[in-house]
């Protein structure tokens, strides 16, 4: 009668695995490096790093596969330290992978063919520590990235907040804006202001380049208006109408084009003036320089321009509302058809002898004519003033 071999407990049968594990770790990454090119490309001390930490999980796992307790609360800190040293989450979980299968085929050949009971234990063993490795470096992989994204959102907060207060006019900060926001020192640039439609809800910051266009954007968005300071990667005006059509907005103002950097404040004054100029129209896009009247009153500021209004429209700004406004619409609708009362009718669905009624009354109320040159101009510039600057007007009609 034979008597069966009794099998040899897993801590006697995987001892060996702990006197190899540097040249287990020393293949792993060089399978690593044929495998994965983000990981062939990293400096060498890098890579060193990586093979101390592979030959230090392997340890670790070693002592799994003789019994004792799986310890990997460490790898924490391996993944922070590869997400610090800018390796992608995919090429971590390659890695991972690769080194899983040189450790099992390492391990394998250590069993004995006929001892299934062994394998079975092996590969629990093993994929229990592939797992719970995994995790933990997803872990600290993830709270580096977290933290990364804050300090970047910061960053890109204070160099965005500069670059709009004249930061990049300076020297010792120049440098440091246009490198961190991608955008160039010289080139072909644009501020937009836009009012959105829905309010954002908070301050936040935004660097991107449009997909399948040729722009660089860095936004400032906030509850009341979104900042936008474009860099235009060629003399091709086609890509910014474009995105000026995407732009979800109620109004859009827009700056002249300037190519160095350091003028970008004085854009954003621009682009907020062109904003200003749409009160009083339809329009929904305006460039600073679109309408020269305008922007004339939004540079001698609402004061000025209500006070110049005030003197020139006289008695008809003490009207009651209704009145006053439709006598207003009325002055628009004349000059928007060049003086033509029957074009004038038109447009306000009623009968040109209506129209010269109510232009009369303006006269009237105005102390002004329409018949001499200078008299309608200084008519049409109050008009203008007051479409400008409504709220400089209220509470100024009598009952």
């Given at each position: 009668?034979?008597?069966?071999a009794?099998?040899?407990?897993?801590?006697?049968?995987?001892?060996?695995?702990?006197?190899?594990?540097?040249?287990?770790?020393?293949?792993?990454?060089?399978d690593a490096r044929a495998?994965?090119p983000e990981?062939?490309?990293?400096?060498?001390?890098?890579q060193d790093?990586?093979?101390r930490s592979?030959a230090?999980?392997?340890?670790r796992i070693?002592?799994?596969?003789?019994g004792a307790?799986?310890?990997?609360d460490y790898?924490?800190l391996t993944?922070?330290?590869?997400?610090?040293a800018g390796?992608?989450?995919?090429a971590i979980?390659?890695?991972i992978m690769i080194?899983?299968?040189?450790?099992?085929?390492?391990?394998?050949?250590l069993?004995p063919?006929?001892d299934?009971?062994?394998?079975?234990t092996?590969?629990?063993?093993?994929?229990t520590a592939l797992?719970r490795?995994?995790?933990?470096?997803?872990?600290?992989y993830q709270?580096?990235?977290l933290?990364?994204?804050?300090h970047?959102h910061?960053?890109?907060a204070t160099?965005?907040?500069s670059?709009?207060?004249?930061g990049?006019?300076d020297?010792?900060?120049?440098?440091s804006?246009?490198?961190?926001?991608?955008?160039p020192?010289?080139?072909n640039?644009?501020?937009?202001?836009a009012?959105?439609?829905q309010p954002?809800?908070?301050?936040?910051f935004?660097?991107?380049q449009?997909p399948?266009?040729r722009?660089r954007?860095?936004?400032?968005h906030s509850?009341e208006e979104n900042?936008?300071v474009?860099?235009l990667?060629d003399t091709?005006?086609?890509?910014l109408?474009?995105?000026l059509?995407t732009?979800d907005?109620?109004?859009?103002?827009v700056?002249?084009a300037?190519?160095?950097i350091g003028?970008?404040?004085?854009?954003?004054?621009?682009?907020?003036?062109a904003?200003?100029c749409?009160n009083?129209?339809?329009?929904?896009?305006?460039?600073?320089?679109?309408?020269?009247?305008a922007?004339l009153?939004m540079?001698?500021?609402?004061d000025e321009a209500?006070?110049?209004?005030?003197?020139?429209?006289?008695g008809?700004?003490s009207?009651?509302?209704?009145d006053?406004t439709?006598?207003?619409?009325?002055?628009r609708?004349?000059?928007?058809a060049d003086g033509s009362?029957?074009?004038?009718?038109t447009?306000?669905h009623?009968h040109?002898n209506t129209?010269?009624?109510?232009?009369?009354r303006i006269?009237?109320h105005?102390?002004s004519?329409?018949t001499h040159?200078?008299r309608?101009?200084?008519?049409?510039v109050?008009?203008r003033a007051?479409?400008l600057f409504?709220?400089?007007?209220?509470?100024t009609?009598q009952?």
């Open positions: 009668m034979s008597l069966r009794r099998p040899l407990p897993p801590e006697v049968v995987f001892a060996p695995l702990a006197g190899r594990v540097s040249d287990i770790a020393r293949t792993a990454l060089a495998e994965i990981i062939a490309a990293l400096p060498d001390a890098e790093r990586i093979e592979i230090d999980a392997m340890s070693c002592e799994h596969l003789c307790e799986l310890r990997l790898l924490d993944g922070r330290q590869r997400a610090e390796v992608s989450f995919s979980t390659a890695l080194c899983s299968r040189t450790m099992l085929r390492a391990a394998a050949k069993i063919q006929t299934h009971e062994l394998s079975v092996l590969a629990d063993r093993l994929f797992g490795g995994t995790q933990r470096i997803l872990d600290g709270q580096a990235a933290a990364q994204a804050e970047d910061h960053l890109s160099l965005i907040e670059l709009l207060s004249g990049g006019k020297p010792a900060e120049r440098g804006v246009v490198e961190s926001l991608g955008l020192s010289i080139g640039f644009r501020v937009v202001l009012t959105p439609k954002e809800p908070d301050l936040h935004e660097i991107r449009r399948n266009t722009i954007a860095v936004w400032r509850p900042v936008g474009l860099a990667l091709d005006e086609r890509p109408r474009d995105l059509d732009i907005a109620d109004r859009i103002g700056s002249e300037y190519r160095d003028d970008t404040a004085t854009a954003l004054r621009q682009a907020r003036l904003l200003g749409l009083g129209t339809t329009c929904r896009i305006a460039h600073y320089g679109d309408d020269p009247l922007l009153l540079l001698s500021g609402p209500s006070a110049m209004a005030r003197r020139t429209l006289g008809l700004l009207l009651p509302e209704h006053r439709l006598l207003l619409k009325t002055l609708a004349w000059s928007d009362t029957p074009q004038a009718a447009s306000l009623c040109r129209v010269r009624y109510r232009l009369h006269e009237e105005s102390g004519t329409l040159p200078a309608t101009a200084e008519l049409l109050a008009l007051v479409e409504p709220e400089q007007f209220e509470n009609t009952p």
